[in-house]
């Protein structure tokens, strides 16, 4: 099936520290999200770009939308203790090239850990 | 305004047995989803509707069956439970732009099922 390559899987950060992560397909998308789960919980909308060279801010977080429409990224600048979580990226295939409407694919999330 | 809900919270099954999740939300919302969450998979979706009264296949819909009688809510059964079906159950909802396309997906805290 059509998939989303997400990286990294996982990462541990201080805080104050910047972090990046990002999502990659070899398939066109026309809308990038990002959410973030905490533990027990559903999946939270942080980010949604809707537009090829987007770059969305919300707070500490920035994502931008790929120019070639394949890939994403998120930023969380002067992270802290609360963002630790798991994020993840969800795209939606235009209907032209065999997307279901509204059906989102999403990566398998990046784990953000604090360094022990 | 609760957004979307689920009940119940957690459930253990004995394999064969069946029941029913219920999904809610009260934001007049067209598309409703299921999906399930597994270790490292990330999210699946299971069945997907359009509109009440509508429902279709997604990507992981075998041992599953869906039912939107009321836009407000949509209920997935398991008929017949078996232990591969132990996951985490997560509905969303999503509603629709001014060109009728489904907008980004707003989810529910999540059912936790343990089929034994």
Redesign the interface.
Known sequence: GQQLNQSPQSMFIQEGEDVSMNCTSSSIFNTWLWYKQDPGEGPVLLIALYKAGELTSNGRLTAQFGITRKDSFLNISASIPSDVGIYFCAGQRPLIYGGSQGNLIFGKGTKLSVKP | NAG?TQTPKFRVLKTGQSMTLLCAQDMNHE?M?WYRQDP??????IH?S?GEGTT?K??VPDGYNVSRLKKQNFLLGLESAAPSQTSVY?C?S?GLNLAA??????????TRLTVL
């Open positions: 979307v598309y989803y490292g998979m990330g999210l699946r979706l997907y359009v279709a997604g990507e997560f969303a999503s396309l489904p907008v980004t997906q707003y989810f529910g805290p999540g």
